[in-house]
């Protein structure tokens, strides 16, 4: 480094706050301050501004009905189609646009303008109606990031049958779980994918998932594959391409749903085993994905827009499928790894398309900045005008290299908090309002109300640690658990409200910090959820895998501190009388994971104890669990019913 860069980066390293680049200011899609107190003025009123970025069928009578809470029910009366907002509306004006551009691992692309998604979305709208789809069946979707996924979800959409996406990587138990809970008889597939360049089996996987599905289920395989896997359909198995060529040119008209009608379902890891199906609505959370890309990403038309994330979490469902394509721009969409072939695979990507956004997770980002500046720097990145980051808190270092050697100091950097249950973005800067804090998300958005309080629920000082709150209900929220409104009181609104007050306050189970400015650090989940690569793992989901597994009699799982996935799973695990602790069983304990949750929770470190710490009423012990996995100072262990074993667990995860 020459002594100017060496200085650069000192300044760099010291510097924590940092003013939005006036080159960005100029052009944003919002710069006035004032919104915050247009918002707060006007609330809930404000957030017609959400629902006017889109095009309703009918007008709604009322922004917020909130006489039956925490039931809340946003723009009522309203009517609209979430496909029809995604597509149709923009055909006059950009309909030879392009909606999607997608790229495959293996370096093939595929364009869809807007009018031609529009033919492939009503083509197999009208698949799906043949088949047997009727307005409110849950369609499951079961895909990798292939074209096809958002063309079936935005089919669904518009026929009014709500979607369920599991995400490809999840294991076939976990696709059968979630098509019995949501009972769903309809599938969408594929035969497999790429991975570094080797084709991978999909279908096996999905049809052993199959298995356990209690409803006979219809099933649609695209061949994403050709030659590459040869595979057969069974019974009520129809190839994708056959039945779309028996409805070339269909035409299907948006079925009117009412803001209120289900969009789709999304499950996530909750502390219990059972996953939780979060309830989306077509008018409050369309209108929010809008808003927030919009007002956050700053997402225009004509931009080129790179949402690097997996459409089988929320975070694509909201920022690559409904947010982008509800404001007519050209989303970007990637099939595979950031490494295949070479590690400059997404710099490429930005440099070949002209992205002018690009929205990825702080895991990406640590990986990047250990494979080095070189890779960015092979490539011309200046189309880039804007970066965001979501999933996991992202440490002030990942922090300043993506500002520098991705954005070359002139892009701001949104870091956004939000859930799979909040629809959207809810914490975070605006990009062209206010200065960045590395390593904190900042305030809450305009027109959110999120604070910080603490166990009694007194809101906390600045420089405090205290949890995250939000009191006021917001337009992209979730409406309930899929068929349990009790489970959805209990787990989000029991918390902190108070029910003869009539004060409904939601409780997203997330530790932070407040400074004096009111920017929000978000420190991590206070319940039993892992975040592995800014993706959320239950605990007792992976437990009773590893409890599943031959020889264990008992098994806890936490959260260790993991350099690039953020948290790693670590699993303590006894052994039955005869059971041997050993290799074989270690590969046992983390096969059986991977084949019920999927690799993603493949377990870091396998311990094996003879006893887990416990108190006297004999609860496990996590928080200490995590400390030894952290190497950390333990708190106090004399309330142990077994203080003993805590020496000796220590023991062993530090001994190799
Ligand atoms: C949990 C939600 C939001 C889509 C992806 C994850 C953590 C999310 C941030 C951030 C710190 C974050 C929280 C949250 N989280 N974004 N910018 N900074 N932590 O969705 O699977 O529903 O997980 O992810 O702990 O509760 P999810």
Redesign the pocket.
């Known amino acids: 480094m020459s002594d100017e860069e060496t200085q650069l980066e000192a300044r760099l390293e010291e510097q924590d706050s940092f003013e939005p680049p006036a080159s960005f200011v100029e052009g944003a899609n919002v710069s006035d301050p004032a919104i915050y107190d247009e918002f707060e003025e006007n609330w809930p009123e404000c957030w017609e501004r959400a629902a006017d970025l889109l095009e309703w069928d009918e007008p709604y009578d009322e922004v917020l009905v909130d006489d039956d809470e925490p039931f809340y029910e946003w723009f009522t009366g309203g009517k609209l189609n979430a496909s029809a907002n995604c597509l149709d509306r923009h055909l006059d004006d950009r309909g030879e646009e392009l909606a999607i551009q997608w790229e495959g691992e293996l370096g093939e692309t595929r364009e869809f303008t807007y009018e031609e998604l529009h033919r492939e979305v009503n083509e197999f709208a009208a698949v799906l109606r043949d088949l047997g789809v009727e307005e409110d069946d849950v369609v499951t979707m079961y895909m990798p990031m292939i074209p096809e996924l958002p063309i079936a979800m935005l089919a669904c959409a518009r026929i009014g049958a709500p979607h369920s996406v599991v995400f490809a990587g999840f294991s076939a138990d976990a696709l059968a779980t979630r098509m019995n809970s949501a009972d769903s008889e309809y599938l969408v597939t594929c035969d497999g994918y790429y991975r570094r360049g080797d084709p991978l089996d999909h279908l096996s996987k999905a049809n052993e998932g199959l298995e356990d599905a209690e409803r006979e289920t219809t099933t649609v395989v695209v061949d994403r594959l050709g030659d590459d896997l040869d595979h057969e359909l069974g019974e009520n198995q129809h190839d994708y391409d056959d039945l779309v060529a028996e409805q070339a040119g269909a035409v299907v008209e948006p079925v009117v749903r009412d803001a209120e009608d289900m969009l789709f379902l999304m499950y996530?890891?909750g502390t219990t085993g059972e996953p939780k199906g979060v309830k989306h609505t077509t008018g409050g959370y369309l209108s929010y994905a809008a808003w927030t890309s919009h007002a956050v990403l700053d997402v225009k038309p004509d931009d080129t827009y790179w949402c690097a994330?997996d459409i089988g979490?929320?975070?694509g469902h909201s920022y690559i499928v409904y947010g982008p394509l509800a404001l007519g721009t050209t989303s970007v969409m990637y099939e595979g790894t950031p490494d295949y072939p070479e590690k400059d695979r997404l710099w490429e990507i930005v440099e070949d398309y002209g992205v002018n956004q690009l929205y990825t997770a702080?895991t990406a980002i640590r990986a990047f900045m250990k494979w080095g500046s070189e890779y960015p720097e092979r490539h011309d990145l200046s189309s880039l005008r804007l970066l965001g980051?979501?999933?996991?808190?992202?440490n002030p270092k990942a922090w300043k290299w993506y500002y520098k050697h991705i954005g070359n100091e002139a892009c701001p950097i949104v870091?956004?908090?939000?859930?799979?249950?909040?629809g959207g973005m809810m914490?975070?800067t605006l990009p062209a309002i206010g200065e960045m804090k590395p390593g904190s998300?900042g305030p809450p958005l305009p027109g959110i109300s999120a604070k910080l309080v603490d166990e009694t629920g007194e809101e906390v000082a600045p420089g405090e640690a205290g949890y995250v709150v939000v009191d006021r209900p917001w337009p992209g929220m979730l409406r309930t658990l899929y068929r349990n409104d009790e489970r959805f009181i209990d787990e989000y609104w029991s918390a902190y409200s108070d029910e003869e007050e009539d004060e409904w306050v939601y409780f997203?189970?997330?530790g932070a910090k407040i400074d004096d400015d009111g920017y929000i650090t978000?420190l991590?989940?206070v319940d039993d959820?892992i975040?592995v690569s800014?993706?959320?793992l239950g605990t007792m989901e992976i437990e009773s895998a590893v409890v599943g597994v031959e020889g264990v009699a008992e098994a806890a799982t936490v959260g260790g501190d993991h350099e690039m996935k953020g948290e790693a799973v670590y699993v303590y695990a006894i052994l039955e009388d005869g059971y041997e602790p050993g290799e074989e069983m270690e590969q046992a304990i983390i096969e059986g994971v991977e084949e019920a949750i999927g690799p993603i929770a493949r377990p870091e470190k396998v311990v094996f104890t003879s006893e887990l710490p416990k108190t006297r009423s004999g609860k496990i012990m996590r928080r200490l669990l995590e400390d030894i996995a952290n190497d950390e100072e333990l708190g106090d262990t004399s309330t142990l019913r077994n203080p003993d074993v805590v020496e000796d667990i220590q023991g062993k995860v530090s001994g190799d």
Not at 389 to 394: A, K, L
């Open positions: 996530t890891s994330a979490w929320i975070t702080p980051t979501v999933g996991e808190p992202i870091d956004t908090w939000w859930q799979t249950e909040t914490i975070t998300a997203p189970e997330d978000i991590g989940r959820v975040n800014g993706h959320r």
